[in-house]
Antibody
Framework: ELQLLQSGGGLVPPGGSLTLSCAAS????????MSWLRQAPGRGLEWVSA???????????YYEQSVRGRFLTSRDNSKNTLYLQMNSLRAEDTAIYYC?????????WGRGTTVIVSA | EIVLTQSPGTLSLSPGERVTLSCRAS???????LAWYQQRPGLPPRLLIY???HRAPGVPDRFGASGSGTVFTLTISRLAPDDFAFYFC?????????FGQGTTLESK
């Protein structure tokens, strides 16, 4: 079964840091591009970041403009795990964060993890 | 970036009814790179349609979709109780990938 198991959310004060994890199973994680998205109350879905899989013609990592320089997406293919390191967190980063398989349409989603940035 | 506008925002319908949801793009979407998702409360989105008209594995055939250019539709031929949910479109023609604001189907 294709599955993405997320962990790492929580409450963090403004300016703090948090790292989210997304453990994949049931598919060839190594070759697969992966994405992070977020959904905040009253706001639509937002594509936060994406990272290429190995063997991609062009290696890439994408970041949405508001998180550029603050968030870092990485992957450990030996552990089939995707990470989102979030630094200098702001109140507007409060959202449910999802990892998903792919960078075009997204056919497998994690269940989401809540990040609340508040003093 | 490509802006996707969905209409209507909310629809109240009864089981068994037919419904068509609309997704309009601010510029033409190449290669019909548009997807539709369903999201039930408390759950992650579920891919229904990719490439504008292709059903994802396991999606019932009462879900159909079509469109090209800037106008796309998702049709549910006969609403089942499980279909009352939130639906949104997403384009992957351009970067950044963007999403519509969604349509809520509620049971009348």
């Amino acid at each position: 079964e294709l599955q993405l198991l997320q962990s790492g959310g929580g409450l963090v004060p403004p300016g703090g840091s948090l790292t989210l994890s997304c453990a994949a199973s049931g598919f060839n994680f190594t070759k697969q591009a992966m994405s992070w998205l977020r959904q905040a109350p009253g706001r639509g879905l937002e594509w936060v970041s994406a990272i290429s899989g190995s063997g991609s013609r062009v290696d890439f990592t994408y970041y949405e403009q508001s998180v550029r320089g603050r968030f870092l997406t990485s992957r450990d293919n030996s552990k089939n795990t995707l990470y989102l390191q979030m630094n200098s967190l702001r109140a507007e980063d409060t959202a449910i964060y999802y990892c998903a398989k792919g960078r075009s349409f997204l056919d497998v989603w994690g269940r989401g993890t809540t990040v609340i940035v508040s003093a | 970036e490509i802006v996707l506008t969905q209409s209507p925002g909310t629809l109240s319908l009864s089981p068994g009814e037919r419904v068509t949801l609309s997704c309009r793009a601010s510029e033409s979407i190449s290669n019909n790179y548009l997807a539709w998702y369903q999201q039930r409360p408390g759950l992650p989105p579920r891919l229904l349609i990719y490439d504008a008209s292709h059903r994802a594995p396991g999606v019932p055939d009462r879900f159909g979709a079509s469109g090209s250019g800037t106008v796309f539709t998702l049709t549910i031929s006969r609403l089942a109780p499980d279909d009352f949910a939130f639906y949104f479109c997403q384009q992957y023609s351009g970067s950044p990938r963007t999403f519509g604001q969604g349509t809520t189907l509620e049971s009348k």
